[in-house]
Structures are given as C-alpha cells and as structure tokens.
C-alpha cells in the first residue's frame, strides 16, 4: 500500500512518516500544505492518506474539499479534539479513521497495517471515536 502524509507540523510529519516505515508500508510522498498534497497525490496516486487537523494553508477537510474524487481511497485524519460534529463532518467526507492527537498516535502503525491488509474489503466510512 502507499501512503501520504500530509501535516503542517514538521517533526509530527516525520514522526508520521516514520511510522509508515514501521508498519512496512510504502511512503509516497509528505506534505506540508494544500497545494503540495494535491500535486503529490495527483502524481502518486496513493491507496491512503494520513491528514493532520492543521495544515501550512489550512485543514485537513479544506485538502479532502480541495482533492475532491481525487482523494485517495482511504483517509485517515488526526485531529486534537474529537467532537461530536467534528466526527459528523469526518463521516460526512469520507474519513476512514479519525484519530485524537496525540493521544492515539500510538495506534497509527497497527491501523495502517490492518488498513493494508483489508483494503479489498474496507468499509468506507469505519470511525474511530
């Protein structure tokens, strides 16, 4: 599987991408801003992407917005509260997993790799709250 990442925070970014590594996957590609991701995606065309809340230019929503039918099949976003109408929102634009900050940063490799392992059979919108 490849896999974006895309966060406007630089070490959490690399902190990410490491963790792509970790859980045996391919990175495609890092981002920092909108306009960077949607030209990296567009390229790569990744199977996922792993978002921030916070973005150089915006958030992670304004890049799902922006990406359109371009995302990437799986969206994994990382958020530092969740709310009750943030995780509608999430729902509503086809976040996979949203995941609190850092809080359940410790998850990322172990759902990536089951992301990996079941992208034939993923649902699209699996939550966790």
Request: hydrophobic fraction near 45%; proline fraction near 6%; charge should be neutral.
């Amino acid at each position: 599987m490849r896999l974006v990442v895309v966060e406007g925070n630089g070490p959490v970014r690399q902190r990410l991408a490491s963790m792509v590594a970790e859980a045996g996957l391919t990175l495609a590609g890092e981002a920092s801003d909108i306009a960077h991701a949607c030209s990296l995606i567009k390229q790569e065309q990744p199977n996922a992407a792993l978002i921030g809340q916070r973005l150089a230019d915006g958030s992670g929503f304004d890049l799902i917005r922006t990406l359109g039918p371009l995302s990437p099949r799986h969206l994994v976003m990382l958020c530092e509260q969740i709310d009750p109408q943030y995780l509608i929102t999430a729902r509503r634009m086809g976040v996979d997993y949203l995941l609190e900050f850092p809080r359940d940063l410790e998850l990322v490799p172990r759902l990536l790799r089951h992301l990996a392992s079941t992208e034939w059979r993923m649902p699209a919108t699996t939550m966790r709250a």
